[in-house]
T-cell receptor, first 109, second 114 residues
């Protein structure tokens, strides 16, 4: 079956760096998405990786290893506003997104 | 309107009632989607539409129907609501026709079925 695994919750300190991991198993693969979702709000797009390697976008970076079925989202210089859930989603061979349950990131001062 | 709007914002519904959740986008996106989000689970696709006039079933389509009469609107109907349909419903759209296009989400509808 198709499956996405990511940690349920993580805690980090303001100003620090945190890495949120995601492993996936899908029927075919057409890329890996990361979204941010603040409590009570809609998910918003952060990144898309389809090739192996690291994509950097400001304080956020996303990494993909297709051979390992693995991705991570790296958040640097954490700010209180980064407290949110981070959703990992893999696109399967039918171009449908398979979503993880999300990682709730708690930032402490 | 800018982006995607959904209505109502929230609703409490008696079991057995019919309910239509509305979704409108003004980005001229070809594809539209309906998801439900439940605590502890990932977003699950209910139905989708790749272009006006076509629809398809997602992972959890039972008890739901959709239509896509035009590009902008994609309503989701619960014919006879049941308590297990209590959830937050998100509508999304994606743009230029490339299947890997980013999906943009509406603000959601929180539905409670009693």
């Amino acid at each position: 079956g198709q499956n996405i695994d990511q940690p349920t919750e993580m805690t980090a300190t303001e100003g620090a760096i945190v890495q949120i991991n995601c492993t996936y198993q899908t029927s075919g693969f057409n890329g890996l998405f990361w979204y941010q979702q603040h409590a009570g709000e809609a998910p918003t797009f952060l990144s898309y990786n389809v090739l192996d390697g690291l994509e950097e976008k400001g304080r956020f970076s996303s990494f993909l290893s297709r051979s390992k079925g693995y991705s991570y989202l790296l958040l640097k210089e954490l700010q209180m506003k980064d407290s949110a859930s981070y959703l990992c989603a893999a696109m399967d061979s039918n171009y449908q997104l398979i979503w993880g349950a999300g990682t709730k990131l708690i930032i402490k001062p | 309107i800018a982006g995607i709007t959904q209505a109502p914002t929230s609703q409490i519904l008696a079991a057995g009632r019919r309910m239509t959740l509305r979704c409108t986008q003004d980005m001229r996106h070809n594809a539209m989607y309906w998801y439900r989000q439940d605590l502890g689970l990932g977003l699950r696709l209910i139905h989708y539409s790749n272009t006006a006039g076509t629809t398809g079933k997602g992972e959890v389509p039972d008890g739901y129907s959709v239509s896509r009469a035009n590009t902008d609107d994609f309503p989701l109907t619960l014919a006879s609501a049941v308590p297990s349909q209590t959830s937050v419903y998100f509508c999304a759209s994606s743009g230029s026709g490339t299947p890997t296009d980013t999906q943009y989400f509406g603000p959601g509808t929180r539905l409670t079925v009693l």
